[in-house]
């Protein structure tokens, strides 16, 4: 495993995540950035970690099976679907520790986002 998870550019794919963010925002980057630590951590299990490499870098680089640019709508249906999987499979390794951190990256990203209360009246 360690000689197959060296090929990966970690550096790399931080920086094309963080590209990813500016143009996405912070909602659609809140998984993205889970994904990131579930990846990044020693108890997740190789098939997971491959899984994530996958759908990371399918997300991030520009490849694309559907165009987004062509087909505005339909362009982002692959990305959201092996996101949406990916995340399912893998959402029993998140920890309350890593929330926090995708938080606090976040918050310094997206300083000017403030949620919404409800006010009742």
């Known amino acids: 495993m360690k000689r197959a998870m060296s090929i990966i550019n970690y550096d ?63 362009g982002w249906i692959d990305e959201i679907a092996s996101l949406s999987v990916t995340y399912q499979k893998v959402c029993k390794n998140i920890t309350p520790e890593m929330e926090a951190k995708v938080n606090a990256i976040l918050d310094r990203w997206f300083p000017e986002y403030t949620q919404y209360e409800l006010i009742e009246g």
């Open 12 to 74: 790399v794919l931080w920086d094309r995540i963080s590209n990813f963010a500016r143009k996405a925002g912070r909602v659609s980057t809140r998984p993205v950035l889970i994904l990131w630590f579930v990846l990044k951590s020693k108890e997740t299990s190789k098939a997971d970690k491959m899984l994530i490499i996958s759908t990371l870098s399918y997300l991030v680089l520009p490849i694309d099976i559907l165009d987004a640019k062509r087909l505005p709508f339909i």
